[in-house]
Antibody, heavy 118, light 108 residues
């Protein structure tokens, strides 16, 4: 059974750096084409892809966030980490991590709400 | 960037009725389109991928069709648990896998 869970701060101040951890189980993250991605959803709004990291450490980022976003993985710890710098109130959202196969998010974490406010 | 448009924004139906949801892409995505269901306070759940393939554990009342720019999600007979928001998502415009704005299916 594949599960993912996001963890990290619920409140960050403007200009601070957000670090979220996705801890997963049920897959080894060694299958060709496998990835873990991050998707966010501002309150009451639609979903937005942020980026993802493949089993071979290849990474893809949303172009508009490329200068601020880093995604890394530690397969031995079964974790994927998202770092988003220079946070702004418009970054307030529920952040989801997801297990991706065939470039579709097949399994999702429960999400974590991050509020950006001073 | 490929833009996905969903219609209608809201669909008001009764249990047992048939629901037909539309997703239109600003350019061809071939068959590389998925549908997700999201209930309040929950993560989205994958229903359909590659336009017409049901994900694991998804009931047969959910079906997807279409290719190119026009896609349809059909729920043949609405169950009480099907009232939710539905999103389409394309995966051809890599790495910007855009989602549509969503269609809310609510109880009439």
């Amino acid at each position: 059974q594949i599960t993912l869970k996001e963890s990290g701060p619920t409140l960050v101040k403007p200009t601070q750096t957000l670090t979220l951890t996705c801890t997963f189980s049920g897959f080894s993250f060694s299958t060709s084409g496998e990835a873990v991605g991050w998707i966010r959803q501002p309150p009451g709004k639609a979903l937005e892809w942020l980026g993802f990291i493949y089993w071979d450490d290849d990474k893809r980022y949303r172009p508009s966030l490329r200068s601020r976003l880093t995604i890394t993985k530690d397969t031995s710890k079964k974790q994927v980490v998202l770092t988003l710098t220079n946070m702004d109130p418009v970054d307030t959202a529920t952040y989801y991590c997801a297990h991706i196969l065939g470039d579709y998010p097949m399994y999702w974490g429960q999400g974590t709400l991050v509020t950006v406010s001073s | 960037e490929i833009v996905l448009t969903q219609s209608p924004a809201t669909l008001s139906l009764s249990p047992g009725e048939r629901a037909t949801l539309s997703c239109r892409a600003s350019q061809s995505v071939h068959i590389f389109l998925a549908w997700f269901q999201q209930k309040p306070g929950q993560a989205p759940r994958l229903l359909i991928y590659d336009a017409s393939k049901r994900a694991t554990g998804i009931p047969a009342r959910f079906s997807g069709s279409g290719s190119g720019t026009d896609f349809t999600l059909t729920i043949s007979s609405l169950e009480p648990e099907d009232f939710a928001v539905y999103y389409c998502q394309q995966r051809i415009d890599w790495p910007i896998f855009t989602f549509g704005p969503g269609t809310k299916v609510d109880i009439k």
